[in-house]
């Protein structure tokens, strides 16, 4: 059995409210997602136009991250499918960065 704690309602068996096919016995874990709070301390020392890759080591395994700063009201799941596609759309070889900076998508 799978489950998962929530503040609120309590631990949940996500096979049964999700089905069958919402749990993977084995899968390769190829992004990491990680919530900051966003105090305006953080946002201040936030580099927006950040183009480098962050990486963490888990089991010696480079795994790559992002750190997604949250606060009240935004809406998280949009937030984390944004990343998630935009990491896919890297894999693709397409990389937003080269376009508004000028450079070809192979250069980035």
């Known amino acids: 059995m799978i489950f998962l704690e929530v503040r609120g309602p309590g631990i949940l068996n996500i096979r049964h409210i999700f089905g069958e096919t919402s749990i993977r016995p084995k899968k390769v874990l190829q992004l990491i997602i990680n919530l900051a709070a966003a105090d305006d301390e953080y946002m201040k020392q936030l580099d927006r136009l950040s ?3 962050e990486t963490e080591s888990i089991l010696n395994v480079n ?4 750190t997604l700063p949250v606060a009240v009201g935004r809406n998280l799941a949009v937030l984390v499918e944004a990343a998630v596609r935009n990491y896919i759309l890297q894999l693709r070889g397409k990389r937003q960065y080269a ?3 000028g450079a070809s998508s192979d250069a980035a």
Request: positive net charge; without cysteine; aromatic residues 10%.
């Open 51 to 53: 183009i480098r890759t």
């Open 63 to 66: 795994i790559r991250s992002v």
């Open 99 to 101: 376009r508004i900076f």
